[in-house]
DNA sequence: GCGACTTTGTGCCTGCGTTCACAAATGGAT
DNA sequence: ATCCATTTGTGAACGCAGGCACAAAGTCGC
């Protein structure tokens, strides 16, 4: 998609670059504050390299989704700058990724459609079935469990939970619904390893907890509530209603910027990215 | 963890400060959050104060909401401490955020909870109403018709559109199903300003094309597929697989950790990366 | 009216993630 | 065998966001 951000750099930049920083060697205690919720994880102590930035990892996912099309359609061999226009993102972005997982490409040549495949499922921790279990059958509940696109992924859904009497036992996408009261029980019975919450907000906490009380460590969060759980518990929101807080956000942003340039002279210098239309 | 970080700085590198560098403290043109469609663009212009932080104005919308529920509790004031607490987020963090959208704290008080909601709605543009367009209206696109969360956050559900005969003049959560084919007018008379895209992978880049000749310049993209779009339209992704492989990749992360420490032997020297298997 | 106390708003520092740019590596051509 | 074209992998620079700590500003009690 164009954007041509060639020259970007206008003018060799001046900026002296106060190079002199030469900082400290840096205590670097790592306090980490916590602050859930996000990459959470933190917890240094001696986390050495294994780091994989947060970022980079959804990337990933993004990329093998990229690949798994690739390899359908019998591409058997790509290189980085290819790969990351489908993906969408710059490709020094996707090597320094890439590089995370590994060297598994050829230099001269690029990676092979395979390889990446199979590498990155195995970061991901994809190489084995992730057990899912959903709490709250309502709308979203119904849609999630129907979603096809857990289960092709290496995510079947095994369990349904919810309070609703009329619900019991009803299947819904081919799993009978059980009490949230048996949740221990069920969790246990059936491996479940990610907890995905669509309760009413005032359920959710509550749900959580017994999530968490169950031994489940990682939990989808679609409740627009701030959960509240142990360090070692990994919480990841989707939120609908911020997401289209934001775009309102850029709808009035526009707005402005439109009614600005409308009016008078434009600044120059402007870099592209003008927006009129 | 604790580790108690009290009186950190042990004198800083006493820098001469180059004089030189009176850089401007530099607003920074902020656009387009979503990652992709780079657009560096160029650094800060004469933005004024109108670049929030993408990240910032999500959680704007999160303080919203919490003051929301303040307010229906007939609370009337907060300082930012509770405030940030209940968000989830750092006080300072809190206080910086609010301090994009003005100074409407009294310090030594703290914050008049109504004042607070209205400025956060104006900021996000929730002052005007946004009309939604859902195409797609299978298992999601059902659930999200129906979702109450959007009417009463004034994001009213005005349009379905999807490609199956059988759906047409439907009414899904009180609004007929019409064919993708009258989108353009449809979404002209309705007035649509945000569309959700919840269609199949394959027909998801087709769809988005249709909304955004039809005028509509914000997408919200349940499809897992990278969408292309014009710079000024902008797109935020939900996709529930990445969602999950991120938990995934947690799960696997924290699986090896119990390894290694279980094990004690930790390869030294190595560039980190353990995982092996 | 004054001083003690509370809480905001923000300058400054730190660290992370993104981007740049280039050396190293590889395949293919000569 | 050597050179050239290509593409990876990564060190280093850069810019943004997060968090601390403190001055400013306001309240409340006396």
Redesign the pocket.
């Given at each position: 998609m164009a954007v041509q951000?060639g020259r970007?750099?206008a003018v060799p930049?001046n900026?002296p670059?106060p190079?002199d920083a030469v900082?400290?060697p840096?205590?670097?205690?790592?306090?980490n504050?916590n602050?859930h919720s996000g990459?959470g994880s933190g917890t240094g102590e001696r986390d050495r390299a294994r780091?994989i930035?947060?970022?980079?990892v959804a990337r990933l996912a993004v990329y093998l989704r990229v690949l798994s099309g690739l390899a359908e359609q019998g591409i058997s061999s790509?290189?980085?700058?290819e790969?990351s226009a489908a993906a969408g993102?710059?490709?020094?972005?996707l090597?320094?990724d890439?590089?995370y997982v590994g060297?598994?490409?050829?230099?001269?040549?690029?990676?092979e459609v395979s390889v990446l495949i199979e590498e990155i499922e195995r970061i991901l921790g994809l190489t084995r079935k992730h057990a899912v279990a959903v709490v709250g059958i309502g709308n979203l509940g119904h849609a999630l469990a129907n979603y096809g696109g857990f289960p092709s992924r290496g995510f079947p859904v095994v369990a349904l939970f919810d309070v609703d009497d009329d619900l019991m036992g009803v299947p819904v996408g081919g799993i009978p619904v059980d009490h949230i009261d048996d949740i221990t029980r069920v969790c246990a019975d059936r491996e479940v390893s990610i907890g995905v919450v669509c309760t009413p907000p005032p359920a959710a906490q509550a749900v959580c907890d017994r999530l968490v009380s169950a031994g489940v460590r990682c939990i989808l969060n679609f409740a627009p509530v701030v959960l509240q759980v142990p360090d070692d518990v990994e919480v990841r929101k989707v939120d609908l209603a911020v997401e289209m807080q934001v775009l309102s956000f850029h709808v009035a942003r526009r707005a402005d910027e439109i009614a600005v340039n409308g009016n008078g002279a434009e600044v120059p210098g402007v870099d592209g990215m003008v927006i009129r239309r």
């Open positions: 951000r970007g750099r930049s900026r670059t190079a900082t400290e840096m205590p670097a205690v790592r306090a504050g602050g990459s780091a930035p947060e970022a980079a790509i290189a980085s700058e790969l993102v710059n490709s020094a972005k090597r320094k890439l590089s060297s598994y490409g050829t230099r001269g040549v690029g990676y």
